[in-house]
Antibody, heavy 123, light 107 residues
Framework: QVQLQESGPGLVKPSGTLSLTCAVS?????????WSWVRQSPGKGLEWIGEIYHSGTTNYKSSLKSRVTISVDKSKNQFSLKLSSVTAADTAIYYC????????????????WGQGTMVTVSS | DIQMTQSPSTLSASVGDRVTITCRAS??????LAWYQQKPGKAPKVLIY???SLKSGVSSRFSGSGSGTEFTLTISSLQPDDFATYYC?????????FGQGTKVEIK
């Protein structure tokens, strides 16, 4: 079955860059899916950050757009998130998730999620 | 951005109770709404999509309804495994946005 696994540093210094990778197994990243990042601040709700298609097309949340880059590495079947100029407000659990693009009734719904990885911004 | 507002924020109920959670969108999203269940320390899991379609493998005690700006998630007979936090999410527009969540607690 399809599985997503996040990885990356759990601690990032203020003003630094948060970098995470999501490894995809059981599916090719080149299939008709959007590959997304969603975060959840401690005790708070869910916030969509952005997504990428295997072609490289991206969509970002506008309030984060100036700091976010999502990229795809087809050779490694993974996609990545970079968030620059981080502050304590970026401390959160970061999830990667899949949303089918076509060919299913679940189009655009986050049907597969990674387990999440906690990132703390602190000096 | 489309704001999604859930009510109540917390709900105390007993096993066997019928439970209803409401989600309101700040503008029409047609039927492009999903409901997720999240348990502590776990990722969200989709229950309902397109407002009322039950994801394969999800118990039929979960149902969804609504269109436009008003939506509901109903659990027909609450079971011990259902105590969790529930989120609605719109996928009609970018950015995708979620409600703030409804925690279903044991009464």
């Amino acid at each position: 079955q399809v599985q997503l696994q996040e990885s990356g540093p759990g601690l990032v210094k203020p003003s630094g860059t948060l970098s995470l990778t999501c490894a995809v197994s059981g599916d090719s990243i080149s299939t008709s899916n959007w590959w997304s990042w969603v975060r959840q601040s401690p005790g708070k709700g869910l916030e969509w950050i952005g997504e990428i298609y295997h072609s490289g097309t991206t969509n970002y949340k506008s309030s984060l757009k100036s700091r976010v880059t999502i990229s795809v590495d087809k050779s490694k079947n993974q996609f990545s998130l970079k968030l620059s100029s981080v502050t304590a407000a970026d401390t959160a659990i970061y999830y990667c998730a899949r949303a089918p693009y076509s060919g299913t009734s679940l189009n655009d719904v986050f049907d597969i999620w990674g387990q999440g990885t906690m990132v703390t911004v602190s000096s | 951005d489309i704001q999604m507002t859930q009510s109540p924020s917390t709900l105390s109920a007993s096993v066997g109770d019928r439970v209803t959670i409401t989600c309101r969108a700040s503008q029409s999203i047609s039927r492009w709404l999903a409901w997720y269940q999240q348990k502590p320390g776990k990722a969200p899991k989709v229950l309902i999509y397109k407002a009322s379609s039950l994801k394969s493998g999800v118990s039929s005690r979960f149902s969804g309804s609504g269109s436009g700006t008003e939506f509901t998630l109903t659990i027909s007979s609450l079971q011990p495994d259902d105590f969790a936090t529930y989120y609605c999410q719109q996928y009609n527009n970018y950015p995708r946005t979620f409600g703030q969540g409804t925690k279903v607690e044991i009464k």
